[in-house]
């Protein structure tokens, strides 16, 4: 089906063409696939991370503090390419995974456990802070956080089975998992829904996505009333 053909999802829930909708959660708990099956039920276009073609990603799983910096400068400037690219459309995208996860999670993770220096990570920071400030930088109406048991994703990056992710110790996992659930309790930057990957399956019964949509679709109406009511 068209991405328009399917455009009445969006309609009946009263979600704006021009919203854009970010899909987060920590390293194979169903980003990507979340982030296709809602595009595709609201007629939205994807904005992806760039993976099989990544210069740096396999190098740093075998060495972090060699390529952490590499990595973390290479993502965000695909980011902000995204960014501009969802500005220039007006909007109408889901995207998979925000801006704020690197930085929030990944960047200091780097350098909290030494893997990053203190003036690499200044000079990330800085970075980060003054595209921000750009006009392309909206934040997005609504943060959909994908959650689930450890043990659950664990088995889902597994299934995956990308080399480079099987071969990391399952501390790095273990981090990254505990450093999400703190990240997500604390933020602000935009309307939050919690989801988890036991409340809808995307293959056997895309209904169930269909009432994500509908608590989306509140959360964005309020936020949006928010913001330009203050
Ligand atoms: N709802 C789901 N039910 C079962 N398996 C899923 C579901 N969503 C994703 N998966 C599987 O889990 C793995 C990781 O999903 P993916 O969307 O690539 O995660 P992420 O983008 O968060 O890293 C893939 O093998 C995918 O097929
Ligand atoms: N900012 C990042 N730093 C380190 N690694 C990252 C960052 N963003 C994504 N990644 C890795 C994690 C996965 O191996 C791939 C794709 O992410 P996924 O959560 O599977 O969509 O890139």
Not at 16 to 40: C, Q
Not at 65 to 73: K, P
Not at 177 to 182: C, I, K, L, Q
Not at 206 to 215: C, D, K
Request: with cysteine; proline share 4%.
């Amino acid at each position: 089906m068209s991405r328009f053909q399917n455009s009445t999802l969006r309609e009946k829930y009263g979600i704006p063409s021009n919203a854009v909708i970010t899909i987060g959660g920590t390293v194979g708990v169903g980003k990507s696939t979340f982030t296709h099956a809602l595009a595709d039920q609201l007629g939205f276009r994807v904005s992806v991370e760039k993976v099989d073609n990544n210069p740096y990603l396999g190098r740093y799983y075998n060495d972090l503090s060699r390529w952490g910096f590499h990595l973390q400068i290479f993502f965000l400037a695909e980011r902000f390419k995204e960014q501009k690219r969802m500005f220039d459309y007006g909007g109408g995208f889901v995207q998979d995974r925000s801006i704020y996860e690197d930085t929030g999670i990944f960047a200091r993770m780097l350098y909290e456990q030494g893997n990053m220096t203190e003036e690499d990570y200044r000079t990330y920071t800085e970075l980060f802070e003054a595209m921000v400030m750009t006009p392309y930088f909206p934040h997005p109406d609504i943060l959909i956080y994908l959650e689930g048991s450890f043990d659950d994703i664990i088995d889902r990056v597994k299934e995956r089975g990308r080399p480079m992710e099987q071969q990391t110790p399952v501390d790095y996992w273990q981090d990254l998992f505990g450093r999400y659930d703190s990240w997500i309790a604390s933020f602000t930057s935009c309307p939050i829904l919690r989801v988890n990957i036991n409340e809808y399956d995307v293959v056997d019964d895309p209904s169930s996505v269909e009432s994500i949509i509908a608590r989306a679709a509140e959360k964005i109406r309020i936020g949006r009333a928010t913001r330009f009511s203050s």
